[in-house]
């Protein structure tokens, strides 16, 4: 038996948790009478799931081992809430190597997902609406990338070799895969992107920033904005038309999705103060998309 680190024990305690809330709805949907629970419920039990899924791979990613993600699971299903000091079969010692090689695969897909930011936005009339969702979605992705590297403790080895994309600049690679698409291929994964449940997308930041991860960790992982990042495949793919196509993390306060992300927050048992992950990245933000990069050391450039 093991005793998880404080931050697998959030995770954990999350994804069993919002299990358990699920368990608990369902059971209280089943006691008022309908055979199946009413649509607003289905939906809640969704983003509840939805989230929960995140939080998985999430833990996944920092190095949690799969069966005590399945058993945290499992228990909230059957109706158990977490319990502090609550100790997992096996060891919780996952391959390094592992963990770094499928973190390199995620920031090749937030890569991509820049690659579609520039060649869309500088094709396509947008809905501004869109726009909002696809930037909110993408910041997010960067910070939790930026939350997992920091958990990880990447080497300044590690961090080039997870940005690397063979002998060409990521922004290179990614242009040239992205130059030849046409637009309805540019429309069907521009949606996509903008279609996430970001309530799902947004779950594991406050985790990692409940247990103790900050800005400035996310931040010194990544080394660069979403912002730049954009600006980097604009500049590959043409040196004209450089409109503004900087993908931001804006306030979900002022979004429809708030009500969801605290119903969420509430069933996997956060309390206290609230973290920072949902207000607007410092280090992705617009009116300064150099500052995330310009005061640290990244060593190579990505």
């Not at 604009?234 to 900087?246: Q, S, Y």
Request: proline share 6%; aromatic share 4%; with cysteine.
């Amino acid at each position: 038996m093991d005793t998880p680190t404080g931050l697998q024990a959030h995770l954990l305690k999350a994804v069993q948790n919002l299990a358990y809330d699920n368990h608990q709805t369902l059971q209280r949907a089943r006691h008022t009478g309908p055979t199946s629970p009413p649509p607003e419920v289905v939906a809640q039990l969704g983003i509840s799931d939805r989230s929960r899924e995140q939080l998985e791979t999430v833990g996944l990613a920092v190095g949690v081992p799969k069966a005590w993600i399945d058993y945290a699971r499992a228990a909230g299903e059957r109706g158990s809430q977490w319990k502090p000091g609550q100790v997992m079969l096996g060891s919780g010692q996952v391959q390094r190597s592992e963990l770094t090689t499928a973190l390199g695969r995620e920031v090749r897909d937030l890569q991509d997902m820049a690659g579609i930011a520039a060649a869309h936005t500088r094709h396509a009339e947008l809905d501004s609406d869109a726009v909002a969702r696809f930037r909110r979605v993408m910041g997010m992705t960067w910070q939790r990338l930026g939350a997992v590297a920091h958990a990880l403790a990447l080497s300044e080895e590690e961090r080039h070799q997870v940005w690397q994309r063979g002998h060409q600049h990521w922004s290179t690679a990614v242009a040239e895969q992205v130059r030849d698409h046409n637009d309805q291929q540019l429309t069907a994964r521009w949606n996509e992107v903008a279609g996430c449940d970001f309530t799902a997308v947004a779950m594991p930041v406050i985790v990692l920033q409940a247990a103790g991860i900050t800005h400035d960790d996310i931040a010194a992982q990544m080394p660069v904005s979403p912002d730049h990042m954009v600006e980097l495949v604009v500049d590959a793919l043409t040196t004209a038309d450089r409109g503004p196509v900087a993908p931001i993390v804006t306030d979900p306060d002022r979004a429809p999705e708030a009500a969801a992300i605290n119903a969420a927050i509430e069933a996997a048992g956060l309390t206290g103060e609230l973290p920072t992950a949902l207000g607007p990245a410092e280090g992705a933000t617009e009116s300064a998309p150099a500052t995330a990069s310009a005061d640290l050391d990244h060593g190579h450039e990505p």
